[in-house]
């Protein structure tokens, strides 16, 4: 017998309480053991000066019961507002977004009748560490950091979700074609874990092919694994495609907890009508009753909301006159709902609760840094602000320079201008100037080249080392090298 969970729930702002009161008359209709703590978010909370939208002592409930149910909230535009879910995830340590995109053909309109998808992203790392720097007039910078711890917890997760849910394939899509070192180490890793996995067949594919294929075959997917920038795009496009943006929840799942939420914002031009649809945070839940381990009522629930779908009890963003039977409001959606508990659709795939003692539960990985590797110190790279005139009159300036490190390439955004040109270079104030050792560099030495740049007055704007890893180059080369 399933024990009492404790959760944290929050109403948020908009159409969130009426949906979050839809949902929990259905959890309670059909017996789920929650012992519920409430916390306010939001609104409210940032017109009270609190610049993340979530107050000291929600932290308390979240801290004590790791699982947080979430209406959506509406985020307030400029003013220095921090955003709340990016607190949350931080504080929660939520590394993994897991979003289903599911086909509900015939009964909502969709172009992509067959489609059964889970996209599990990266949440942490990537582009989204918001590391952004302006080096020039002419150039900004953001910064993509891909660990191989990161990388690793996320692939692992995504192999024991695919294990415990008895899915069987799950492909990997990231663009190492030219990404090599970054999105290399992406692919690497997932090949490397695949290996221990051998039960489940697996795939690889360029991140636009692999859009371009979520939208016109997305039966080719069952579980995908990607990193945070991919991974937001892909799984819009997968919930558009499915026919049911407003139908789809999503887990973050994390070290100290999970989040629970629908993928739909607060819709605050519905707010108050009593009309909003409940199923995105409804289909949250029943992902939250599986976490916890109440399988039963979990399917319980799906399976009435799908039996509700497919009886075309439908409320109005989904509603189409050829397949609804009835315009349902908010309430009598719920009721809808409640009714069908102990049902099952006919047509649509029935969820079946896994036996009570299996864990569904996927297990969290436990990852370590990786072995500590051979590194040699071969050179920098020295990007240097100038636009005084032809890069020659640059590279002369630094070839001048007497220093232990020679200039050994100049390019402009990643293509080669010097020695080379491997094409007529733009004008640009932005110049990567190569300086190679030649056998080991030090830090001495790149601290007294910089000096010396420094005293012939080039700006430098960002220095970055040029390692070998274990014997193999661990950076890459500009194009044209
Ligand atoms: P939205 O998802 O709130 O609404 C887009 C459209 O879909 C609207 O026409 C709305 O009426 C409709 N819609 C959305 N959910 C619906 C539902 N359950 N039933 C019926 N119709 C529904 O997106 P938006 O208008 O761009 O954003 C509104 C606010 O929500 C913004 O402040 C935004 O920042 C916030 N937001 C919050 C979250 C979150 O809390 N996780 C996510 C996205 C957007």
Not at 300 to 305: G, L, V
Not at 333 to 354: M, N, Y
Not at 369 to 390: A, C, M, N
Not at 458 to 478: I, N
């Amino acid at each position: 017998m399933t024990s009492t969970s404790a959760i944290t729930i929050a109403r948020g702002d908009g159409i969130g309480p009426e949906i979050m009161a839809a949902t929990l008359e259905i959890l309670t209709a059909a017996g789920a053991k929650l012992q519920i703590e409430e916390i306010e978010i939001g609104e409210k909370v940032y017109k009270r000066g609190v610049m993340s939208g979530i107050d000291d002592s929600a932290w308390e409930s979240l801290n004590r019961t790791k699982c947080f149910l979430k209406a959506p909230i509406t985020t307030p535009q400029g003013g220095g507002f921090k955003s709340l879910n990016v607190t949350v995830r931080k504080s929660m340590g939520l590394f993994a977004n897991i979003r289903p995109c599911v086909s509900y053909h015939p009964f909502v309109r969709t172009t992509q009748p067959i489609m059964d998808m889970i996209i599990v992203r990266e949440n942490e790392e990537d582009l989204y560490a918001g590391i952004e720097h302006q080096q020039t007039d002419n150039v900004v910078q953001c910064l993509k950091l891909i660990s191989s711890t990161g990388s690793e917890r996320i692939v692992r997760y995504a192999f024991e979700y695919a294990r415990t849910q008895g899915r069987r394939k799950v492909t990997c899509i990231s663009k190492d074609n030219i990404m090599k070192l970054t999105d290399g180490l992406f692919h690497k890793t997932f090949d490397r874990v695949a290996k221990e996995y051998s039960d489940i067949e697996t795939s690889h594919m360029i991140v636009d092919i692999g859009a371009a294929k979520i939208a016109a075959a997305p039966h080719l997917f069952d579980v995908i694994v990607t990193e945070n920038l991919y991974g937001d795009i892909l799984s819009d496009i997968a919930a558009e495609v499915s026919g049911s943006v407003g139908l789809c929840g999503s887990s973050n799942i994390g070290k100290n907890g999970a989040m629970f939420e629908a993928i739909h914002g607060s819709a605050p031009d519905i707010a108050g009508q009593g009309i909003a649809n409940p199923s995105g945070l409804l289909n949250a839940a029943v992902m939250m009753l599986q976490h916890l381990g109440q399988n039963e009522v979990a399917a319980k629930i799906y399976n009435a909301w799908l039996k509700t779908i497919e009886d075309g009890v439908h409320t109005g963003d989904v509603y189409a006159p050829m397949v609804s039977s009835s315009r349902a409001n908010t309430a009598e959606f719920t009721q809808a709902v409640i009714a069908r508990l102990g049902q099952e659709p006919r047509t649509l795939k029935a969820a079946r609760a896994v036996d009570g003692k299996t864990n569904t539960r996927p297990a969290m990985p436990v990852i370590n840094l990786p072995v500590r590797g051979d590194k040699k110190l071969e050179g920098v790279d020295v990007f240097i602000h100038w636009r005084e005139g032809k890069v020659e009159l640059l590279a002369a300036a630094l070839n001048a320079l007497n220093t232990d490190l020679k200039l050994a390439s100049i390019d402009s955004r990643g293509l080669l201008v010097w020695p080379d040109a491997a094409a007529l270079a733009e004008d640009s104030d932005h110049w990567r100037c190569r300086f190679k050792a030649e056998g080991t560099a030090t830090h001495a030495a790149i601290i007294d080249l910089l000096q010396k740049i420094n005293a012939a007055k080039l700006d430098f704007v960002k220095t970055e080392h040029l390692y070998s890893f274990d014997g193999t180059r661990a950076y890459t080369v500009a194009q044209g090298q």
